[in-house]
């Protein structure tokens, strides 16, 4: 394994997730494929409507009976009965005769039209006068006109909404061919970090914040939380959990010890493990430099920030589009790079040399939305209840002004 | 029951709505609780930190011990030893010495500020310059600086997100009251419907639409998904199947047999109801004039459109709104109505009398987002794909012209 890699652009990690295929693919029923994203383009199978359909209330017609009509010398139609809803009709339709037909029913065979109830009158009992033609597919959905056997539905890579899945519901296709979605393991780690189910804290010892945030970013992202814990920060401790992580999981993440410094065993770890390929050693951006990510056989690992401002936009920045590509989403899709565009409220100032990643906190305002940069030592846990998401900064940028508009990247859906 | 009312305005009926009460409270452990409603107001228990913390790399010192130094003139302190991360220094920093200290470590007894190791030289191993003075508290959180013990963390209806659930963390609250989320059942009739598990389709059937984009709408909505079913269009089916649906839900959606016909149910199945009280019967919008909205005791029924598309959007603007308040949220907060700006790209000519909902489907082109009205037979569930959200048209307005920027009410998350 290379052990140093030149420092990354943000840019330039985002292009290699994007190249990272999605995982291998499962069928499943659509009744829980909503989210979900489609492995192969989906072929409609049959048609739809499955019969000539009325679109109208009013009577099935043979349309040549129905020409030259007009108000003062209507068609006479004799009435041959009526199509009741959801039922099929055996008869043919004669020439000179209607049956009433309600929207959604069954045309007769030989019927090709239907006039509306408006345009009828009712002579008696068996007799109905037309005072407006019809042509051949009036008020009439013919089979197959809505959907037509063969007609590519979506296309692979497709997320499936609640809407799509009716579509297919009405077409009898009752399962998908959808990408799996990746199970991810959450480890913290730090000697400081206790969990957080600990009630009384010892001196010195923090609880742990970045597994729950972390694991709650995961499910947000319609991934599967695998394994969450908090590790000792020690090299035999952390190899053995994520060998073990990377039998049933298909990322892992672990926060904490990605810094340089005396306890950095991240790369450690990822030396023990066989299949370990460095792709990422660092981001030329702030906070998030000590961000790694690698490739474990076909699994990845990514190691964040322990700090939990920084492993939150991290996350966001990287770990979100690489779960959208590996679900088979476009990693620049509306799910991996939830945004929205706000006007900034007061002047933000960068330094030069490398992208600052600024929080941000949203409101609205004279109908304007508006984004306050959340200042404050990034030590300080509260300013996470503050921010809504991040706006760049990048390299060679000193600053923007008051007023300008910017992409707020949400940490949460738009 | 009041049998008929005055058909309403969808104002109003989301006024209505807007008065809902949430549901009863449970109490949920943090790592369940992401999109979670508080059902009141939650305050830190404990100080955040919970000691004296460094916020930088370097030496804890006493602040006055470092007054006047600089790099002509430094300060020569002692080092007294070193503090370790997550552990607790018992020692007390005697005048004139310093232990080094890392970003996150805790202070010894006495000392109070830390500083940074660059503004230090090591003289030998038990001396150090310091070539800048601090203040007292520089590069320090103080107990509690972060968040004070009593201070309101997040008010009744906050919606919990990932980072919110991570400050409780940090205080050790492993659990929290939120508003129960609603069970809701998706009924839908039609005797021309069957079940979409149905294989070969009888002859003037379809396959059942709505309960499979109402059931993905509902879990879209956070609400919990219960019962889904198709029933025969027939009184005591219905009237037996609802009684039964609200034993166990808190919203039945009867999909179908709402409009004003000869197999319309809908208003004779509340009868049945012992606790019914119409609230609703017919709203001033097209498509969805035949909604119905009813109390049941302290539970809700609506009956929407079989029309496909209609009941997508009538889900849209009142169940999802319903289901909001239900949770606790605003009846207007950004997941009960999701919305994003758009300029039309055509005409969208109206009719006077009603308030239109236009299907729209949105697309990006040169940076601005398009909303293009679906057009084409509303029957069509092929129109069910392309739409993305629908536009309001209000009742006095006949239209827009292209390059009008409209609010849309996205049918999924924005």
């Not at 007769?108 to 597919?137: F, W």
């Not at 304007?368 to 846990?381: D, H, Q, W, Y």
């Amino acid at each position: 394994m290379a052990q140093f890699l030149k420092v990354k652009t943000a840019e330039e990690v985002l292009e290699m997730i994007a190249g990272v295929p999605g995982l291998d693919c499962e069928s499943i029923g659509i009744m829980e494929a909503c989210g979900r994203v489609l492995a192969g383009p989906l072929v409609a199978p049959e048609p739809v409507p499955h019969f000539q359909r009325a679109t109208m209330d009013g009577f099935a017609v043979r349309a040549r009976d129905t020409f030259g009509a007009t108000e003062s010398l209507p068609a006479l139609l004799q009435l041959a009965g009526e199509v009741r809803m959801g039922r099929r009709v055996a008869m043919e339709l004669a020439p000179g005769t209607a049956v009433a037909i309600p929207t959604g029913g069954m045309l007769p065979a030989t019927a090709d039209a239907v006039v509306m109830v408006e345009y009828t009158q009712a002579l008696d009992d068996r007799t109905i006068e037309v005072i407006k033609p019809v042509a051949p597919g009036d008020n009439v959905l013919q089979v197959g006109e809505d959907l037509a056997p063969g007609r590519t539905l979506f296309a692979r890579g497709w997320q499936l909404r609640p809407q799509d899945l009716g579509v297919l519901a009405a077409l009898g296709v009752g399962s998908v061919s959808v990408y799996r979605q990746p199970r991810v393991a959450v480890l913290s780690t730090g000697d400081e970090i206790v969990p957080w189910e600990t009630g009384l804290l010892p001196p010195g010892k923090i609880r742990d914040i970045n597994s729950v945030v972390i694991s709650g970013q995961v499910v947000q992202a319609s991934a599967r939380l695998g394994r969450v814990a908090v590790l000792a920060d020690d090299l035999t401790e952390l190899t053995a959990a994520c060998r073990q992580a990377f039998e049933d999981h298909d990322l892992v993440l672990l926060s904490g010890g990605s810094s340089v410094g005396i306890r950095d065993y991240t790369l450690q770890v990822l030396e023990q493990l066989p299949d370990a390929q460095l792709l990422v050693h660092g981001v030329a951006i702030r906070p998030g430099k000590p961000t790694i990510l690698a490739r474990v056989g076909t699994k990845f690992f990514c190691g964040l920030p322990g700090q939990p401002t920084s492993a939150m936009i991290v996350f966001t920045a990287f770990v979100r589009p690489l779960l959208a590509r590996m679900q088979g989403l476009d990693a620049g899709s509306a799910p991996a790079r939830a945004t929205v565009r706000a006007v900034l409220d007061r002047r933000l100032p960068s330094v030069h040399g490398r992208a600052d990643y600024v929080r941000v906190a949203l409101r609205n305002a004279d109908g304007r939305r508006l984004a306050s940069p959340v200042f404050g030592k990034s030590a300080m846990i509260s300013t996470l209840m503050e921010a809504d998401g991040y706006v760049i900064v990048p390299e060679h940028v000193e600053g923007y002004e008051a007023g300008e508009a910017l992409t707020v990247y949400l940490f949460g859906a738009a």
